[in-house]
């Protein structure tokens, strides 16, 4: 039996679920294509100024995209880098029996989205949740760096920067933002994460073993995921908050996994505050605004409420939202305690990085390196 994703139904339900952006027939795509042409080399050249981070892969290119090609690259991305697990998950079912309901079960964390309600299970469900995560990704992400490089596969496919018109035009309008200046800070920041990435040659490396170590750590007894479901009803009915530890992924992760996440929580946190920290300090004589912009996004961050709320505990991203604010206090302590070259040191070796706890409590960190 082959196991996958229909990638087909995912995208077609995130086209339902993001809505029609016309981002296309806009007369505005043009102009910001051309800007965003002249920008994102500009603010490469800021980001390495900055940081001293030089990228070895080249010059950065930046691609405008509306809402339903961001999705197609993220779909792109998510075949890249589920194929481990995929395969991985179709032994297990062939040793099993074929039992669709098994590869329900053992997806679920992975997609993010489970629909415990659903007796049926295969791969146009797995590719449903998909598409609804990121369908509704697609109508609040603003920019994205590519990281998953694969070597066999086409360059010209990879390794892109890239900025949902629709949504940059759309906070633009809404917030009265000056163009050119909201647009070279959303470049810095994207070209940050990819000078991360790029400059420092073993931690796109380090950042997918992870990621395969998480994939190896996958518990493929379903007996083992009926007890979970079973602690997390009962947690449930004591009035415990269960979605509060990260979304669905975190909620059926083993002790394993859980270590490796904390691994992945320090790392993310430790990218994404430096990546805001660097996005307010590169070109800040060029962008005179970045004061609100930063303003607006830390209200934005911390006011979701609705159905957008639900969503991102599904998601953890609420998670991931505090990460921004925890990196950012943890790049200026280390800083205050030694200064830049201090810090330096997280790019040094992968022994260097973060844990969570350290994210949380610098002066660890701070203590261990020196």
Not at 56 to 63: E, I, S
Request: glycine residues 8%; hydrophobic residues 40%.
């Amino acid at each position: 039996m082959t196991v996958t994703v229909d990638w087909d139904v995912a995208r077609s339900v995130a086209a339902r679920v993001s809505k029609d952006d016309s981002f296309a027939n806009s007369y505005r795509a043009e102009g910001l294509r051309e800007d965003m042409a002249i920008l994102t080399p500009q603010a490469e050249e800021l980001v390495q100024a900055e940081t001293g981070l030089i990228s070895l892969a080249g010059a950065a290119r930046g691609k405008v995209v509306d809402r339903a090609e961001w999705v197609d690259a993220n779909l792109a991305s998510f075949d890249r880098l589920m194929r481990p697990l995929l395969a991985k998950l179709e032994r297990k079912n062939d040793d099993a029996g074929g039992d669709p309901g098994t590869i329900r079960q053992l997806l679920a964390p992975f997609t993010k989205l489970m629909n415990e309600a659903s007796a049926v299970a295969g791969p146009k469900v797995t590719g449903g949740e998909l598409g609804l995560m990121l369908g509704w990704m697609s109508g609040r992400v603003i920019g994205q760096y590519d990281l998953l490089v694969i070597e066999d596969e086409r360059p010209e496919d990879q390794d892109w920067v890239y900025y949902v018109g629709p949504n940059m035009l759309g906070l633009e309008e809404r917030y009265g933002f000056p163009p050119e200046e909201f647009r070279l800070w959303v470049a810095i920041h994207e070209c940050t994460h990819r000078a991360q990435f790029t400059a420092v040659p073993w931690l796109r490396p380090h950042f997918l073993g992870l990621i395969n170590k998480l994939i190896d750590a996958v518990d493929p007894d379903p007996k083992q995921f009926l007890e979970t479901v079973k602690r997390l009803a009962e947690q449930k009915r004591r009035g415990e908050a269960v979605m509060d530890g990260g979304g669905v992924s975190t909620l059926f992760a083993n002790p394993e996994q859980k270590a490796i996440m904390d691994q992945m929580t320090g790392l993310m946190s430790l990218l994404e505050g430096h990546g805001d920290i660097v996005m307010d300090r590169a070109g800040k004589d060029l962008i005179p605004s970045q004061p609100r912009f930063h303003r607006v996004f830390a209200n934005r961050r911390a006011k979701s409420t609705g159905p957008a709320k639900v969503m991102q505990k599904l998601l953890g991203m609420e998670a991931k939202l505090a990460q921004y604010a925890e990196g950012e206090r943890f790049v200026e302590a280390v800083e205050a305690a030694g200064g830049r070259q201090l810090f330096a040191q997280v790019w040094e070796k992968a022994e260097h990085l973060p844990n969570g706890a350290e994210i949380k409590d610098p002066s660890l960190w701070v203590q261990r390196m020196t």
